[in-house]
């Protein structure tokens, strides 16, 4: 195995080249097949899948695991490979983030795909084609919206409005019980990444997120001066043999500090 400065090397520069390739080709082809007929059926209790999905993610697979075959692969619709955790780097992929709202023909979906070094997100790309939305960043190096950097925005105070998620978690954060709750976004992934933006001032993800959903938005959060973690304050953990979350919260670096703080000092009744 190369050193880390070897490691990092390669990462950001062929590596972060074949991700945004590889995820704008997938993107396309998402957008190609958006708002046609498409095979659908569920799996699990409720989770829908098309082909679409399937398309996509074969996609993804054939172009980034062609290039990387030493590197683990963890994706919402392949069967889970437990070599992936012996592995140093790994691809963890949502073909299409969001397939309720792009079989319902709704803009809110996106393609999301990192790269994970140990347990740690180093390279992420979150692609909504119909929405004209390219995030991208790299560990280190900032977040980029369609090539211009972003970044969260700042402070403490809390505009309900600007606050997105599941309403009871938001409801918490709240004394009052009058707040405008921001309309739903359909895509965790895209939910997520509206931080990095300033799009919204805050994000939850509620329980039974998985790894997928959650790591390209986690790095490109961090890399706008934000912070993700759970409500405790404690990192996310990427690449185990777990990859089920509990509830999250991300936000600007300060207002990610009061909102911990918040919590840790009301738990749950």
Request: hydrophobic share 40%; proline share 4%; glycine share 8%.
């Amino acid at each position: 195995m190369a050193d880390a400065d070897t490691l990092d090397a390669t990462i950001l520069t062929r590596d972060a080249a074949l991700l945004q390739d590889t995820v704008r080709e997938a993107g396309s082809l998402a957008q190609s097949m958006f708002r046609t007929e498409l095979k659908k059926w569920i799996k699990g209790a409720s989770s829908p899948v098309s082909e679409a999905d399937i398309a996509v993610n074969d996609l993804l697979e054939a172009r980034l695991r062609g290039a990387t075959p030493d590197y683990g692969w963890l994706s919402e619709e392949s069967v889970d490979d437990a070599t992936r955790l012996s592995r140093r780097l790994t691809w963890v992929v949502d073909p299409i983030d969001g397939t309720r709202n792009y079989l319902n023909g709704h803009d809110e979906w996106c393609v999301s795909v990192a790269l994970v070094e140990d347990a740690s997100p180093v390279l992420a790309a979150v692609f909504a084609p119909t929405c004209g939305e390219f995030f991208f960043a790299a560990r280190g190096q900032g977040t980029t919206l369609n090539g211009k950097p972003v970044r969260a925005t700042g402070g403490i105070a809390l505009d309900f409005a600007r606050v997105a998620g599941p309403k009871p978690m938001v409801e918490r954060l709240n004394n009052r019980g009058d707040i405008k709750l921001h309309p739903r976004i359909g895509s965790l992934a895209l939910r997520l990444c509206r931080v990095a933006n300033g799009g919204l001032d805050a994000a939850f993800a509620g329980g039974n997120s998985h790894d997928w959903d959650l790591a390209a938005a986690d790095l490109i959060v961090q890399e706008a001066d934000g912070r993700m973690s759970d409500l405790s304050g404690d990192p996310i953990l990427y690449n185990r043999r777990e990859v089920t979350h509990g509830v999250l919260v991300a936000a600007g670096r300060d207002r990610h500090a009061s909102i911990v703080a918040h919590f840790r000092n009301r738990p749950p009744a």
